[in-house]
């Protein structure tokens, strides 16, 4: 006991000693760290974390730990009352209370504890900051950081029923925000929006019930823990492993300020952070985002963008969260107010009424006769009826062309008709997005001029069918798909173990040493085989050239995860990689129906079937494009990469492979090298334009022109004497010119504008030609439209599918 007590003596004056020069391993009772000296700090023994004074705003710190190197903030004590600049310090006092004091006046923050004997604190290798009584045995723990998580948890650390994470306010403002991942009610794992005025669960989806999303309520003990080889497991059932798993580094799993939740590796102290694991790949699921009365939209280009609902402004233009308020007085008198339609709009929640089977006015009626509502949506559901919401509130306002339904927004009559509402929408986008993308992105601006410019050209030359078919509600009659549809929007949390890493021997046995050969494409070779339990894969061999044998294995398994969770009924699945030694390999779903290039030669397609894959690619690419968290380029749509399932659905092959294929590189040269084939390539390729999702744009219309005209692109016309360009503007110009030479002839005629598309359709589809006029026409115009030179003139894959969406059920 004596000799104990020696030690300890020797130990604390050895470490008072330490201390005394800037950083120490440990506080012991009596001593201060004081805000003037920031060099002073407690280090863990190891140099990887650190805890001491952090700087949070102009003359505000907060008491933190955070990782010693690229400094990250994993716990603080005060992050809502942060202390003064001066005369500040956190001291261990003798009674054994550790208290943070704010300019030497008040107390910002203590632990709250007593001791009778001497204490010390002290930051171990984990991160965890430990106070414990320095006379007795280790285990005498009086407080510990770990027990008191802000938004983040590290390995070993454990979210309990006493704890929750809570993001920070912004990635700016370290004050508590409106995010929390807690266990709820029913002991389900949830990340909970808790704002100013409302709170909701928006993870797992309230839509599913806990057994659908994977969950169980019967355990109690509520219990959620990640290790350091990137396993998540918690007591309710759900878990899942990083896209890194099994390799040893730093990782933090971190309650973000917009809502997510993500794991963040890092192989060397000296790395960035990346992401290994997020909850939630729709940015724009996540509640309260963009507040009250408003939409959010999300573009890879710009980020997450929130917008007012027409007839609103925005509240506090430095913080969306305040949502926008109206412009107008809403009469109660229902003559006085009309509705304004907002196709793709959804505002999730919050209905006031719910209605089956019930007509489009009965609808408009059941929100027209309440003074109070504001808005309704108007769907078709699986079951074949309509149905019918009406909304008080308009909160979790999303704009996605996947949502098959309408929303009617009510307005006073008078200030809709003097159309001021569009002219004026407020909307702004966020600009700190988690993950960059290493693309080069040569996005000018969207212009709303060419926007407009657009629709005016798609107007003139559809203005004589519109008016004489399109009522106002047929874009209203899309038919919603069945739920697993709706599962394919980006809920990607259902299975995550459904992914997983194999070894080469085992997919070289599954391919009998590669021997099946089944297709060749953009960076290497697809083989057919069979994985160990039994089920058919494409199996595509990467070419190393194209990697780059320096290619980081880490930074590879990062982008395959994030290909691998996405997830859309369009998209052929992915099930798998090896990354192994100088091995990159992909393991697909296997389709063995084949693909629309051999499909288009037998001549088995009908016309709707022809439409409903020109439909389910421009969806699939919309969402490659536009709603993924990170931008993916396909860079090779040609018929070869579109294969057909058994209900004629196109699935697109081969995504992915722009990300996998020039991570490090930043030039469009680089890019070439996985350039698209021939026929299908847009001029940028040729001329070496910077490359930006256009060019999959460009490549789309040239397959909806062949699948119009059924001649290729590929063979039309060519001769070997021929140059690239010309190769790929053959069937694009045959086709402009069979419009021009029609419409000039018939100049006078109302129906000018559709009978230049007799004059190119496949023969095979011509005799079902007569009631499909306007669909066709259509299609034709959006595909001359994409194929056009200037890649600011062609539309996005999301205007696309508006456009060939609002036709998708034209009756015949
Ligand atoms: C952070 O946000 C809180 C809550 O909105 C606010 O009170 C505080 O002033 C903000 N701090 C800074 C430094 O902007
Ligand atoms: C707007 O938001 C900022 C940042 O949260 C806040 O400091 C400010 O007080 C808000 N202004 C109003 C008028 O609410
Ligand atoms: C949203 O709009 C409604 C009127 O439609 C208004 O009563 C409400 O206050 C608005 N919400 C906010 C946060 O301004
Ligand atoms: C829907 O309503 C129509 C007419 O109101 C009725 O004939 C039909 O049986 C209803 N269908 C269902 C499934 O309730
Ligand atoms: C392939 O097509 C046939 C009929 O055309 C169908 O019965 C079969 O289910 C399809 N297979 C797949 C995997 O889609």
Same mark, same amino acid.
């Given at each position: 006991?004596?000799?104990?007590?020696?030690l300890? /003596?020797?130990?604390l004056?050895?470490l008072?000693?330490?201390?005394?020069?800037?950083?120490?391993?440990?506080l012991?009772?009596?001593?201060?760290?004081?805000v003037e000296?920031?060099?002073?700090?407690?280090?863990s023994?190891?140099? /990887?974390?650190?805890?001491?004074?952090? +700087?949070?705003?102009?003359? +505000?710190?907060?008491?933190a730990?955070?990782f010693t190197?690229?400094?990250?903030?994993?716990?603080?004590?005060?992050?809502?009352q942060?202390?003064?600049g001066?005369?500040?310090?956190?001291?261990?006092?003798?009674?054994?209370?550790?208290?943070l004091?704010?300019?030497g006046q008040?107390?910002?923050?203590?632990?709250?504890t007593t001791?009778?004997s001497?204490?010390?604190?002290?930051?171990?290798n984990?991160g965890?900051?430990?106070?414990?009584?320095l006379?007795?045995?280790?285990?005498?723990?009086?407080?510990?950081?770990?027990?008191?998580p802000?938004?983040?948890?590290?390995?070993?650390?454990?979210?309990?029923?006493?704890?929750?994470?809570?993001?920070d306010?912004?990635?700016?403002?370290h004050s508590?925000?409106?995010?929390?991942?807690?266990?709820?009610?029913?002991?389900?794992?949830?990340?909970?929006?808790?704002?100013?005025?409302?709170?909701?669960?928006?993870?797992?989806?309230?839509?599913?019930?806990?057994?659908?999303?994977?969950?169980?309520?019967?355990n109690s003990? @509520?219990?959620?823990?990640?290790?350091?080889?990137?396993?998540?497991?918690s007591?309710?059932?759900?878990?899942f492993?990083?896209?890194?798993?099994?390799?040893?580094?730093?990782?933090r799993?971190?309650?973000?300020?917009?809502g997510n939740?993500?794991?963040?590796?890092?192989?060397?102290?000296?790395?960035?952070?990346?992401?290994?694991w997020?909850?939630?790949?729709?940015?724009?699921i996540? *509640?309260?985002?963009?507040?009250?009365?408003?939409?959010?939209? *999300?573009?890879?280009?710009?980020?997450?963008?929130?917008?007012?609902?027409?007839?609103?402004?925005v #509240?506090?233009?430095?913080?969306?969260?305040?949502?926008c308020?109206?412009?107008?007085?809403?009469?109660?008198?229902?003559?006085?107010?009309?509705?304004?339609?907002?196709?793709?709009?959804?505002?999730?929640?919050?209905?006031?009424?719910?209605?089956?089977?019930?007509?489009?006015s009965?609808c408009?009626?059941e929100?027209?006769?309440?003074?109070?509502?504001?808005a309704?949506?108007y769907?078709?559901?699986?079951?074949?009826?309509?149905?019918c919401?009406?909304? #008080? /509130?308009?909160l979790?306002g999303?704009?996605s062309?996947?949502?098959?339904?309408?929303t009617?927004? @009510?307005?006073?009559?008078?200030?809709?008709?003097?159309?001021?509402?569009?002219a004026?929408?407020?909307?702004?986008?966020?600009?700190g997005?988690?993950?960059?993308? #290493?693309?080069?992105r040569?996005?000018?601006? @969207?212009?709303?001029?060419?926007?407009?410019?657009?629709?005016?050209?798609?107007?003139?030359?559809?203005?004589?069918?519109e008016?004489?078919?399109?009522?106002?509600?047929?874009?209203?009659?899309?038919r919603?798909?069945?739920?697993?549809?709706?599962?394919?929007?980006?809920y990607?949390?259902?299975?995550?173990f459904?992914? @997983?890493?194999?070894?080469?021997?085992e997919?070289k046995?599954?391919?009998?040493?590669?021997?099946?050969?089944?297709?060749?494409?953009?960076g290497g070779?697809?083989?057919?085989?069979?994985?160990?339990?039994?089920?058919?894969?494409?199996i595509?061999?990467?070419?190393?050239?194209?990697?780059g044998?320096k290619?980081?294995?880490?930074?590879?398994?990062?982008?395959?995860?994030?290909?691998?969770?996405?997830? *859309?009924?369009?998209?052929?699945?992915?099930?798998?990689?090896?990354?192994?030694?100088?091995?990159?390999l992909?393991?697909?779903?296997?389709?063995?129906?084949?693909?629309?290039?051999?499909n288009?030669?037998?001549?088995?397609?009908?016309?709707?079937?022809?439409?409903?894959?020109a439909?389910?690619?421009?969806?699939?690419?919309?969402?490659?494009?536009?709603?993924?968290?990170?931008?993916i380029?396909?860079?090779d749509?040609?018929?070869?990469?579109?294969?057909?399932?058994?209900?004629?659905?196109?699935?697109?092959?081969?995504?992915?492979l722009s990300?996998l294929?020039?991570?490090?590189?930043?030039?469009?040269?680089?890019?070439s090298?996985?350039r698209?084939?021939?026929?299908?390539?847009?001029?940028?390729?040729?001329?070496?334009?910077?490359i930006?999702?256009?060019?999959?744009?460009?490549?789309?219309?040239?397959?909806?022109?062949?699948?119009?005209?059924?001649?290729?692109?590929?063979?039309?016309?060519s001769?070997s004497?021929?140059?690239?360009?010309?190769?790929?503007?053959?069937?694009?110009?045959?086709?402009?010119?069979?419009?021009?030479?029609?419409?000039?002839?018939?100049?006078?005629?109302?129906?000018?504008?559709?009978?230049?598309?007799?004059?190119?359709?496949?023969p +095979?589809?011509?005799?079902?030609f007569?009631?499909? #006029?306007?669909?066709?026409?259509?299609?034709?115009?959006?595909a001359?439209?994409?194929?056009e030179?200037d890649k600011?003139?062609?539309?996005t894959?999301?205007q696309?599918?508006?456009?060939?969406?609002?036709?998708?059920?034209?009756a015949?």
């Amino acid at each position: 006991m004596a000799l104990s007590l020696i030690l300890h /003596v020797l130990l604390l004056l050895s470490l008072s000693f330490q201390f005394s020069s800037s950083s120490s391993s440990s506080l012991n009772s009596g001593f201060s760290l004081c805000v003037e000296k920031l060099e002073d700090s407690i280090l863990s023994p190891d140099g /990887v974390f650190s805890a001491g004074f952090y +700087a949070v705003g102009e003359n +505000a710190y907060a008491f933190a730990v955070w990782f010693t190197r690229n400094p990250t903030v994993v716990w603080m004590a005060n992050r809502d009352q942060p202390i003064n600049g001066k005369r500040s310090s956190l001291s261990l006092l003798k009674t054994g209370n550790l208290v943070l004091s704010d300019a030497g006046q008040f107390n910002a923050w203590s632990t709250d504890t007593t001791s009778s004997s001497p204490t010390y604190l002290i930051l171990n290798n984990n991160g965890n900051l430990v106070l414990s009584e320095l006379y007795s045995n280790e285990s005498n723990v009086l407080w510990q950081s770990f027990d008191f998580p802000t938004d983040t948890l590290l390995p070993g650390q454990q979210l309990t029923r006493y704890t929750k994470l809570v993001s920070d306010r912004s990635s700016t403002n370290h004050s508590s925000g409106f995010y929390k991942l807690v266990f709820d009610d029913d002991n389900i794992l949830s990340l909970l929006y808790d704002g100013p005025d409302v709170s909701s669960i928006y993870w797992p989806a309230q839509w599913l019930l806990s057994w659908e999303a994977g969950r169980t309520t019967y355990n109690s003990s @509520r219990i959620a823990v990640i290790d350091s080889i990137g396993t998540f497991n918690s007591t309710d059932n759900f878990g899942f492993i990083t896209s890194d798993y099994g390799v040893v580094m730093q990782r933090r799993l971190k309650m973000d300020p917009d809502g997510n939740i993500r794991v963040y590796s890092r192989q060397h102290q000296n790395d960035p952070w990346y992401v290994s694991w997020q909850a939630i790949s729709s940015p724009c699921i996540v *509640h309260g985002l963009c507040g009250a009365n408003s939409t959010c939209t *999300h573009d890879p280009r710009e980020g997450r963008k929130c917008s007012c609902l027409p007839g609103y402004r925005v #509240k506090n233009h430095s913080d969306w969260s305040y949502g926008c308020e109206p412009r107008f007085q809403l009469s109660c008198d229902r003559n006085e107010s009309t509705f304004f339609k907002l196709p793709d709009v959804e505002l999730y929640g919050y209905d006031y009424i719910y209605k089956k089977n019930i007509s489009f006015s009965d609808c408009e009626n059941e929100c027209s006769q309440d003074c109070e509502c504001r808005a309704f949506q108007y769907s078709f559901n699986n079951d074949g009826l309509f149905q019918c919401y009406t909304k #008080k /509130v308009l909160l979790n306002g999303r704009r996605s062309p996947n949502f098959r339904g309408t929303t009617y927004l @009510r307005l006073p009559k008078t200030r809709r008709n003097n159309g001021s509402f569009f002219a004026d929408e407020e909307s702004a986008q966020e600009n700190g997005r988690v993950c960059s993308v #290493k693309l080069e992105r040569a996005y000018t601006k @969207r212009h709303v001029s060419s926007f407009v410019k657009f629709f005016l050209w798609f107007s003139i030359a559809l203005g004589v069918f519109e008016a004489l078919f399109i009522s106002i509600t047929s874009c209203s009659l899309m038919r919603t798909k069945q739920k697993s549809d709706v599962n394919q929007q980006g809920y990607n949390f259902l299975s995550p173990f459904g992914f @997983r890493k194999y070894t080469y021997s085992e997919l070289k046995q599954a391919t009998k040493g590669f021997t099946e050969e089944i297709g060749r494409g953009a960076g290497g070779i697809v083989y057919k085989g069979v994985l160990p339990d039994q089920r058919i894969a494409a199996i595509k061999k990467l070419n190393n050239d194209n990697i780059g044998a320096k290619r980081d294995e880490a930074e590879f398994l990062a982008e395959v995860s994030i290909i691998g969770k996405l997830n *859309h009924m369009n998209l052929i699945e992915m099930w798998g990689y090896c990354a192994e030694g100088k091995h990159r390999l992909l393991v697909y779903e296997f389709m063995e129906n084949g693909s629309l290039a051999e499909n288009l030669k037998s001549n088995t397609l009908g016309w709707t079937k022809r439409y409903n894959i020109a439909l389910g690619t421009a969806r699939v690419l919309a969402y490659l494009h536009e709603e993924c968290l990170e931008w993916i380029l396909h860079c090779d749509i040609k018929p070869q990469n579109i294969l057909l399932v058994s209900n004629y659905q196109p699935k697109v092959a081969d995504f992915g492979l722009s990300k996998l294929l020039n991570r490090n590189e930043q030039n469009a040269q680089s890019i070439s090298m996985i350039r698209g084939t021939r026929g299908y390539m847009a001029p940028e390729w040729v001329f070496n334009l910077p490359i930006t999702s256009k060019v999959d744009v460009y490549s789309y219309g040239i397959v909806v022109l062949e699948m119009l005209t059924g001649r290729s692109a590929t063979t039309m016309g060519s001769r070997s004497d021929e140059g690239e360009e010309a190769q790929n503007g053959r069937l694009v110009t045959w086709v402009r010119e069979k419009r021009k030479r029609t419409t000039s002839l018939e100049e006078g005629s109302s129906l000018t504008s559709s009978c230049w598309v007799e004059k190119i359709i496949d023969p +095979a589809i011509g005799s079902q030609f007569e009631v499909k #006029k306007m669909k066709m026409e259509t299609l034709a115009s959006v595909a001359l439209n994409c194929v056009e030179d200037d890649k600011d003139a062609r539309p996005t894959m999301s205007q696309v599918v508006e456009m060939l969406q609002c036709h998708e059920n034209d009756a015949s």
